[in-house]
């Protein structure tokens, strides 16, 4: 997801063995050090490189046996190493990229929610319409029932009433169900 910046490289800091420093001097956050030669290299850089043979004497003396002592804070250094080392711009973009998406996102949940409630509106219409409906079936079907129990009364009285005109009717216009 995030770009990785490639692993710091250990840094040789060649100084006095804690054994052979007092007790008190063995965490310092400063060593001392000699300037770089003059022809040794040209660079730009106020700090010197840890790894040219110019930095802090040579790999068989101890960094005071030069003569010039000038201080370098271990923390500075590391500080303008990392920062040299990391490139903000691409945890910037991913920043801006994060915040674009979280408020899309966001956006879509807010529609989101607004159908949902939309809907809800729309099921709890379509709701009381069908209870309404149900309601009117159940009416209708009551009528019809009411209906078909009076023609069949009334049928039933005609034909005992007057049976030769009701057979005569009955075959003049058959049922339709053939009773």
Same mark, same amino acid.
């Given at each position: 997801?995030?770009?990785?910046?490639?692993?710091?490289?250990?840094?040789?800091?060649?100084?006095?063995?804690?054994?052979?420093?007092?007790?008190?001097?063995?965490?310092?956050?400063?060593?001392?050090?000699?300037?770089?030669? +003059? &022809?040794? @290299? $040209?660079?730009? *850089?106020?700090?010197?490189?840890? !790894? #040219? %043979?110019?930095? +802090? &004497?040579? @790999? $068989?003396?101890? *960094?005071?046996?030069?003569?010039? !002592? #000038? %201080?370098?804070?271990?923390?500075?250094?590391?500080?303008?190493?990392?920062?040299?080392?990391?490139?903000?711009?691409?945890?910037?973009?991913?920043?801006?990229?994060?915040?674009?998406?979280?408020?899309?996102?966001?956006?879509?949940?807010?529609?989101?929610?607004?159908?949902?409630?939309?809907?809800?509106?729309?099921?709890?219409?379509?709701?009381?319409?069908?209870?309404?409906?149900?309601?009117?079936?159940?009416?209708?079907?009551?009528?019809?029932?009411?209906?078909?129990?009076?023609?069949?009364?009334?049928?039933?009285?005609?034909?005992?009433?007057?049976?030769?005109?009701?057979?005569?009717?009955?075959?003049?216009?058959?049922?339709?169900?053939?009773?």
């Amino acid at each position: 997801m995030y770009a990785r910046s490639p692993p710091a490289l250990p840094l040789s800091v060649p100084g006095k063995s804690p054994q052979n420093l007092p007790m008190h001097q063995a965490s310092y956050s400063r060593v001392a050090v000699s300037p770089p030669q +003059a &022809g040794a @290299s $040209a660079t730009s *850089s106020a700090v010197p490189s840890l !790894t #040219s %043979g110019s930095y +802090a &004497g040579s @790999s $068989a003396g101890d *960094s005071e046996s030069n003569g010039g !002592t #000038s %201080g370098v804070d271990l923390v500075e250094l590391m500080n303008d190493r990392l920062s040299n080392a990391v490139d903000p711009i691409p945890l910037d973009r991913s920043l801006a990229r994060q915040a674009q998406t979280s408020g899309a996102l966001n956006a879509k949940q807010q529609e989101l929610l607004e159908l949902q409630a939309l809907a809800q509106r729309r099921l709890k219409g379509a709701r009381s319409n069908f209870a309404d409906g149900m309601k009117a079936a159940k009416e209708v079907k009551k009528d019809l029932d009411w209906t078909q129990k009076r023609v069949s009364a009334l049928k039933t009285k005609a034909e005992r009433r007057h049976p030769a005109e009701y057979q005569k009717a009955r075959q003049r216009h058959p049922s339709p169900n053939g009773c």
